[in-house]
């Protein structure tokens, strides 16, 4: 092999061996929820609390959680929560809604919503039921 093509090939090895790689980001990994509570064959009755407990994980860190409880057929808002995470990759939540205004057996979906710093959202839903 001529010299020129020898210069040639190392030249390029060591450009590309010579990348700079420290500003380039961490890829995105989806965050991640899990929740301890509630549990979704519990049945939840008024005037009793219903905890909302668990925990979320996010590699860009997180930014805000919350909880949405509504009535699963008419999707009537029933409590609403919202935190500030204070960019942590990691945060315990831990929402209580003392039930009210339940007057039939109901069926509610619980969704817990995790919000990173590059508005990328993740949720989680359970099933519970409501009565009076």
């Given at each position: 092999m001529p010299n020129y093509l020898k210069l040639l090939v190392l030249s390029i090895l060591f450009v590309s061996c010579n990348k700079d790689n420290n500003n380039t980001p961490a890829p995105d990994v989806p965050g991640t929820i899990t929740v301890t509570s509630p549990s979704a064959i519990a049945i939840y009755?008024?005037?009793?609390?219903?905890?909302?407990?668990?925990?979320?994980?996010?590699?860009?860190?997180?930014?805000?959680?919350?909880?949405?409880?509504?009535?699963?057929?008419?999707?009537?808002?029933?409590?609403?929560?919202?935190?500030?995470t204070g960019s942590v990759s990691f945060y315990r939540f831990l929402w209580n809604w003392t039930i009210t205004g339940i007057t039939t057996t109901t069926i509610a979906t619980v969704k817990i919503v995790a919000r990173d710093k590059q508005s990328n959202e993740i949720s989680r839903e359970i099933d519970v039921t409501l009565d009076n």
């Open positions: 009755t008024n005037g009793n609390t219903l905890k909302v407990e668990g925990e979320m994980t996010d590699n860009n860190g997180l930014s805000t959680a919350r909880v949405e409880i509504r009535n699963k057929t008419t999707t009537a808002l029933l409590y609403q929560q919202s935190s500030t």
